[in-house]
């Protein structure tokens, strides 16, 4: 057999094979936009104007971002200075413990 032959014979699994490595890269890819989207729409809750059990579950949540530690962890001790509302020491408790959470686990201080 020579190189043209076993190039013909395998071409087809080499396209195959490329094109699985493609599609789970773009699935890969979509799962982290998920994920960036998942972040924004926890902060967008925390800012808005829905009741305390959801801001609390959010801020909660926040916890599941390691990539987002260093920020998350800003986030937190500026909010929680700036939280207002009837049951507000419960989102700046849970603000206080996701920033503890987050420099525990996630950052190396």
């Not at 924004?40 to 530690?69: C, E, G, N, Q, V």
Request: with cysteine; hydrophobic share 50%.
């Amino acid at each position: 057999m020579d190189i043209a032959e076993v190039t013909i014979k395998w071409l087809p699994l080499w396209a195959l094979a490329g094109s699985a490595v493609f599609y789970v890269w773009n699935i890969i890819k979509e799962l982290e936009n998920n994920k960036h989207q998942k972040l924004f729409d926890l902060m967008k809750i925390i800012d808005s104007k829905d009741p305390i059990a959801s801001k609390t579950a959010a801020a909660y949540h926040l916890r599941f971002f390691p990539k987002h530690a260093e920020f998350i962890s800003r986030f937190c001790s500026m909010a929680s200075t700036i939280v207002e509302g009837k049951s507000e020491f419960m989102l700046v408790s849970e603000l206080e413990l996701t920033k503890a959470h987050v420099e525990k686990h996630y950052m190396k201080i």
